[in-house]
């Protein structure tokens, strides 16, 4: 069984920084983190950074220049870094890989963590 778990959200204030976690655990024979979601009340999930095997990294444009996605692979973990965090970046946080188990590649998620920015 393989589990995603994410840390690291919580209550900042505008311009603040946090830095999320997104560990994966269990009986894993290749990982694919494809990136961190997003989803606000009332609002569609959204892809807010993404990464690729070769490391490319990419963003919606809204947290351009503000967000870091980044990979240990030997800890199968992603980190997203979160500086200059505006009311509109609250949300629950989401990780999601492809992963290979004992049974085939399969999608997973993280159970979310959430991000609240309010002064």
């Known amino acids: 069984q393989v589990q995603l778990v994410e840390s690291g959200g919580g209550l900042v204030q505008p311009g603040g920084s946090l830095r999320l976690s997104c560990a994966a655990s269990?009986?894993?024979?290749?990982?694919?983190?494809r990136g961190w979601y997003r989803q606000a009340p009332g609002k569609q999930r959204e892809l807010v950074a993404a990464i690729t095997d070769g490391g490319s990294t990419n963003y919606v444009d809204s947290v351009k220049g503000r967000f870091t996605i980044s990979r240990d692979s030997a800890k199968n973990t992603v980190y997203l870094q979160m500086n200059n965090l505006k009311p509109e970046d609250t949300a629950v946080y989401y990780c999601?890989?492809?992963?290979?188990?004992?049974?085939?590649?399969?999608?997973?998620w993280g159970q979310g963590t959430q991000v609240t920015v309010s002064s």
């Open positions: 999601n890989a492809y992963v290979l188990t004992t049974t085939g590649w399969r999608d997973y």
């Open positions: 269990g009986s894993i024979f290749s990982i694919n983190f």
